[in-house]
């Protein structure tokens, strides 16, 4: 039997994730599944663990599972694809950050016009406006 190597129980925890993610990154192909042996369980490399944490880096930079399987394939090797990448990503959350803050003021406009709102004025202003078409 061989006993080099970290169970998926002990990978999970040292990459401070749980044992169904791992399952999943194998199963979307971010990691490799070691071949069972006929008795025992599958062996992780230890550096499977850097793997894994590269994964959550990525994800919490917000790459995508499939951008992320763009980096691991790009390896150590073209630095400028790698830049393009994170470029990409930039101008979206660039993007996503504008949308946010054009929702902030849209919401603050929302909420003055409530504090405004009178007992003697009828509904809410806010519930008037997301009824509008």
Do not use: W
Request: proline share 3%; charged share 30%.
């Amino acid at each position: 039997m061989n006993d080099t190597g970290l169970t998926i129980g002990k990978l999970a925890q040292q990459a401070g994730v749980n044992v169904e993610t791992i399952r999943y990154y194998q199963r979307v192909g971010l990691l490799q599944k070691p071949v069972k042996p006929l008795e025992g369980y599958r062996r992780y490399p230890e550096a499977m663990i850097a793997r894994v944490c590269f994964i959550k880096r990525a994800k919490d930079l917000g790459f995508t599972l499939k951008e992320i399987l763009e980096l691991l394939s790009l390896d150590d090797g073209d630095c400028e694809e790698v830049r393009t990448l994170a470029e990409r990503k930039h101008a979206i959350i660039k993007q996503r950050i504008d949308d946010l803050h054009a929702m902030l003021v849209a919401l603050d406009d929302l909420i003055d016009q409530c504090r405004l709102h009178t007992d003697n004025t009828p509904g809410c202003a806010i519930i008037e406006t997301l009824n509008r078409k």
